[in-house]
């Protein structure tokens, strides 16, 4: 029979069957155990699914309560409305879509696949509205707007304009025919170069 260097004494039958009791009540507390976390991770599960964020009420991609949250942390006004940041979510969400919306089809004209600063730039260039609305934006990397004064173009050379020559049987209304070119007179009584 081994020995038992922990306790001190050699094991018997009844040493035995005492540690079976001690270990299948062990393995009930255990089972009792997990299955009161499941219980409880069931309940918590369940309290999950029915949560829905504020961006998902609202049908929006962007974030209201993150846009909620900075707009009281930067205290633009003393109090806000329920529907303040919702509105302001997705303000911001269709500006930002149609800003890339221009910009995608900038980088298209130049066959890139990817969206640069410069596209964002020459976009909201040539939109007249987000023009107007980021005439005061910089936008880092973007280079400048494609524009020459007309001062620094060169000056065209003016084309003579033919006058018409007033013929006598033309008539107001008809268009004017082109002169024709004169033809030498040959005068017989002088002699040739032949």
């Keep these: 029979m081994p ?21 299948f009540h062990h393995i009930q507390l255990v089972v009792c155990t997990v299955l009161i976390f ?20 609202a ?9 909620d949250r900075k707009l009281r942390e930067r205290r633009y ?12 979510t997705a303000v911001i969400e269709y500006l930002v879509a149609e800003v890339v919306e221009c910009a995608g089809f900038e980088a298209q004209e130049e066959k ?20 107007e ?9 973007g280079g400048v707007y494609p524009h020459i004064q007309t001062v620094l173009l060169p000056k065209k050379a003016p084309v003579p304009i033919p006058t018409p020559v007033p013929n006598s049987t ?17 005068n017989e009584d002088q002699p040739s170069d032949n």
């Design 3 to 23: 020995i038992r260097r922990s306790v001190g004494f050699i094991q018997t039958g009844a040493c035995r069957k005492i540690e079976k009791i001690y270990f």
């Design 38 to 57: 499941v219980k409880m991770s069931e309940n918590n599960n369940q309290a999950k699914k029915k949560r829905t964020s504020r961006s998902m009420k």
């Design 59 to 67: 049908g929006v991609s962007f974030p209201v309560g993150r846009i």
């Design 77 to 88: 006004a003393k109090r806000f409305g329920e529907q303040a940041s919702v509105y302001m």
């Design 112 to 131: 890139k696949a990817r969206i640069t600063p410069r596209h964002l730039q020459l976009a909201v260039y040539k939109d007249m509205e987000l023009h």
């Design 133 to 141: 609305l980021l005439s005061k934006i910089t936008i880092a990397r």
């Design 170 to 186: 033309s008539t107001p209304n008809s268009t004017p025919v082109p002169p024709s070119t004169p033809t030498p007179e040959i």
